[in-house]
């Protein structure tokens, strides 16, 4: 399994579901909303986050390979948020514009941040930062 990457200082919890068939998208839904909750996230946004990362493991099920959704705090400053990331090898030399232009329009409502790391194989990452109004 890969490890989870991010541009963030990670935190806990850290947290990983494979994805090998339509069944695994609901325990990623129910791990994404258990993370969520140990970082203080209100029941709508631990939906909300559920959500996003069910989608992402939705798209990423559909190339038809087993992957590993990630899912771990992180800290910007004085920032903190839910990182739901999985690493998509297929995305390599496919426009990174495209992609996030896609992503965007597909879960830009359900996440605060959503980026494609590049190297050394693309991984999709979203964010969600927690706030006051998301407690």
Do not use: C
Not at 106 to 131: F, Y
């Amino acid at each position: 399994m890969s490890e989870a990457r991010s541009p963030y200082k990670m935190r806990p919890p850290v947290m990983q579901v494979r994805v090998e068939d339509s069944m695994d998208i609901m325990i990623v839904r129910d791990t994404t909303r258990r993370a969520a909750g140990l970082l203080g996230f209100s029941p709508a946004h631990r939906a909300q986050l559920a959500s996003a990362a069910a989608t992402l493991a939705e798209l990423v099920l559909k190339t038809g390979e087993a992957h590993t959704v990630h899912l771990n705090g992180v800290i910007d400053g004085a920032r903190t948020g839910l990182q739901i990331s999985s690493e998509t090898p297929w995305l390599a030399g496919v426009s990174a514009n495209n992609v996030l232009i896609a992503l965007k329009s597909k879960m830009g409502d359900l996440v605060d941040d959503i980026l494609l790391e590049r190297e050394p194989a693309p991984v999709i990452i979203m964010i969600m930062w927690l706030n006051e109004t998301r407690e």
